[in-house]
């Protein structure tokens, strides 16, 4: 069964700084993966996604996410936090070839320190 | 447009009440989906729909039911809530017309409190 990791469940950076969450996938075909975020009380809106074109996905609010094969990652990153960036982010993974049903990781809540 | 509608918002029952979520959309998605969100858990799907008339079981359907009349509905069901089902419930809906997967939309959640 497709799964997906999502290392440290809270992370915290000081405004301005590299902003580095990261989400490892298990399966041996890439699958197509996803990155949704969730600001407090609302629904999970997507960031960005990986569908086989491109490895640098660039998303929303200055968000990119690189997908790499040989280490089963695709981490997402922004140069520069901003306080309005505090929120949950959660990664998803559908397999190739069949369901079009997303597996969700535990999720990564985002802290941003002034 | 308003995307996926989740009604109600809050509820509160007692243990071995019934109840049901709904959740409309209006963007002629073909599927379905519902998801519940617990502290630490991530989101766990439900059950789901792949069209008018179809469900599926996902990860956690134990104690939950879910119909799909209408394309544009779905419906989730707890026919005897327990405490262990006080969760943040979150219906979603996607566009599979072929291709790569389509992203998820989700509705603002219905936050359920069994006592």
């Known amino acids: 069964a497709q799964s997906v990791t999502q290392l440290g469940s809270h992370v915290s950076v000081s405004e301005g700084a590299l902003v580095l969450l990261r989400c490892n996938y298990s399966s041996s075909v890439p699958p197509y993966l996803f990155w949704y975020v969730q600001y407090p009380n609302q629904g999970l809106q997507l960031l960005l996604k990986y569908t086989s074109a491109a490895t640098l996905v660039k998303g929303i609010n200055g968000f990119e996410a690189e997908f790499k094969k040989s280490e089963t990652s695709f981490h997402l990153t922004k140069p520069s936090a901003h306080m309005s960036d505090a929120a949950e982010y959660f990664c998803a993974v559908i397999p190739s070839g069949g369901s079009y049903i997303p597996t969700f990781g535990r999720g990564t809540s985002l802290i941003v320190h002034p | 447009n308003a995307g996926v509608t989740q009604t109600p918002k809050f509820r509160v029952l007692k243990t071995g009440q019934s109840m049901t979520l709904l959740c409309a959309q209006d963007?002629?998605?073909?599927?379905m989906y519902w998801y519940r969100q617990d502290p630490g858990m991530g989101l766990r799907l439900i059950h789901y729909?792949?069209?008018?008339?179809?469900?599926a079981k996902g990860e956690v359907p134990d104690g939950y039911n879910v119909s799909r009349l209408k394309k544009q509905n779905f419906l989730l069901g707890l026919e005897s809530a327990a405490p262990s089902q006080t969760s943040v419930y979150f219906c979603?809906?996607?566009?599979?017309?072929?291709?790569?997967?389509?992203?998820?939309?989700f509705g603002e959640g219905s936050r359920l409190t069994v006592l």
């Open positions: 963007m002629n998605h073909e599927y």
């Open positions: 979603a809906s996607s566009s599979q017309a072929g291709g790569p997967p389509g992203e998820l939309f």
């Open positions: 729909s792949v069209g008018e008339g179809t469900t």
